[in-house]
Nanobody, 125 residues
Framework: QVQPVESGGGLVQAGGSLKLSCVAS????????VTWFRQAPGKEREFVAA???????IYADSVKGRFTTSRDSAKTTVFLQMTNLKSDDTAVYYC???????????????????WGRGTQVTVSS
């Protein structure tokens, strides 16, 4: 698999929006689960949202109703649209690619084979 590449992070005020992108090849994304994780300073990496071509997206409770993950029709980009951002959303956001089934479930970071380097999201209050 090709390593995914994230972009779109930045500094935004609380209540604002950002849209992250995760780019890889069609071969990387097709028939795979692609999941967003985040890690804040001093905290464990945490699940944010997961998507695949064959199931509805799954979201962490902390972002449900504010974040939306989607894929483009070319199957080369996965997006994370983030709205109503809060200071608690400040973190490095990572895109992870797994197989069609993630061992331990989609929330298990150990179940993914390929990770991007991350993009920083900073929300000022």
């Amino acid at each position: 698999q090709v390593q995914p590449v994230e972009s779109g992070g930045g500094l935004v005020q609380a209540g604002g929006s950002l849209k992250l992108s995760c780019v890889a090849s069609v071969r990387t994304f097709i028939r795979t689960v692609v999941t967003w994780f985040r890690q804040a300073p001093g905290k464990e990496r945490e699940f944010v949202a997961a998507s695949s071509w064959y199931t509805d997206p799954i979201y962490a409770d902390s972002v449900k109703g504010r974040f939306t993950t989607s894929r483009d029709s070319a199957k080369t980009t996965v997006f994370l649209q983030m709205t109503n951002l809060k200071s608690d959303d400040t973190a490095v956001y990572y895109c992870a690619v797994g197989g069609s089934v993630i061992r331990g479930g989609v929330r298990n970071a150990e179940g993914y084979d390929s990770w991007g380097r991350g993009t920083q999201v900073t929300v000022s209050s």
